[in-house]
């Protein structure tokens, strides 16, 4: 990485929920232009993080640095302007409305102030072309572009929230566990997309327990147990040992 500096630093994240210490002063950097893997056990606190940095949980203590600026993130709204996209392990889209309009939710495409209202239909147009353009890109068939999300299945419902972020991703993208719905081709084409994002210059956080994907895409890694970080290494076959004992705890 050199002397680049992050485009995203963590710094002492702590998060409770109850009697739970989710995440226990976990401080992390990422770069543009690397995916780093986010690796754990079920429970390890990754989604958590996810959540703090996505603006759906507040920490308790520490902070989240953009670009070096302190960035206040108070809701998913804030963190997405400030160029952080997210797709959710627990894939937050909106049951009753279309792909397109989970797509623009709250940044729907601008109609000029003075087109007559009766003219909307015209941005309706646009947002479903943009968002089939890119699903298609993802070559995962939907039933019918214009239903409801609600009607479709986890695998397609991961590739709308998977093409959603790749379309707006500017400097942070991350995925919770993006390929455990999808088939062997699908979850091929996700790991494009992620090169893709990449390669754009994002920094992308991976969130997986397919140490495959790990070792075929990650620059780095982080690993977390019981809300702690553990251990961090740039993943290879070789030492792939080495990062299961960290992820499980085992010394062996
Ligand atoms: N909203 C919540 N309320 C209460 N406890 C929570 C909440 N979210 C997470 N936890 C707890 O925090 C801990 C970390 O959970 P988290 O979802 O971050 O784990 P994870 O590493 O994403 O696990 P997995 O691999 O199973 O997705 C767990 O003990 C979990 O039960
Ligand atoms: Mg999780």
């Given at each position: 990485m050199g002397a680049q500096s992050p485009v995203l630093s963590v710094r002492n994240a702590q998060k409770r929920f109850g009697p739970v210490?989710?995440?226990?002063?976990v401080s992390l950097e990422a770069y543009r232009g690397e995916v780093l893997a986010l690796l754990g056990d079920n429970g390890a606190g990754k989604s958590t993080l996810v959540k703090c940095i996505s603006g759906v949980y507040a920490l308790d203590e520490g902070e989240i640095v953009l670009e070096g600026e302190l960035t206040p993130l108070n809701s998913p709204a804030s963190a997405r302007r400030a160029g952080i996209e997210t797709v959710y392990q627990d894939l937050a889209?909106?049951?009753?409305?279309t792909p397109a309009q989970n797509f623009f939710?709250?940044?729907?495409?601008a109609v000029p102030a003075?087109?007559?209202?009766?003219?909307?239909f015209l941005k309706k147009g646009a947002m479903d072309r943009e968002a089939a353009a890119v699903i298609d890109r993802l070559k995962v068939r939907l039933p019918?572009?214009?239903?409801?999300?609600?009607?479709?299945?986890g695998g397609q419902r991961q590739a709308i929230a998977v093409a959603r972020a790749t379309v707006f991703a500017r400097k942070v993208v991350m995925l919770?566990?993006?390929?455990?719905?999808?088939?062997l081709r699908e979850s091929r084409k996700v790991l494009e997309l992620i090169k893709q994002l990449r390669s754009e210059g994002n920094a992308v956080i991976l969130i997986t327990h397919n140490m495959e994907h790990v070792v075929e895409l990650a620059d780095r890694a982080i690993v977390l147990r019981q809300g702690r970080k553990v251990g961090e290494l740039k993943p290879d076959k070789s030492n792939r040992q080495e990062l299961v004992s960290m992820i499980v705890g085992a010394d062996a």
């Open positions: 210490q989710a995440l226990r002063d889209l909106f049951d009753n409305l939710c709250g940044r729907e495409i003075w087109l007559p209202r009766g003219l909307r019918k572009f214009d239903a409801p999300v609600a009607l479709m299945s919770d566990e993006p390929t455990a719905a999808l088939g």
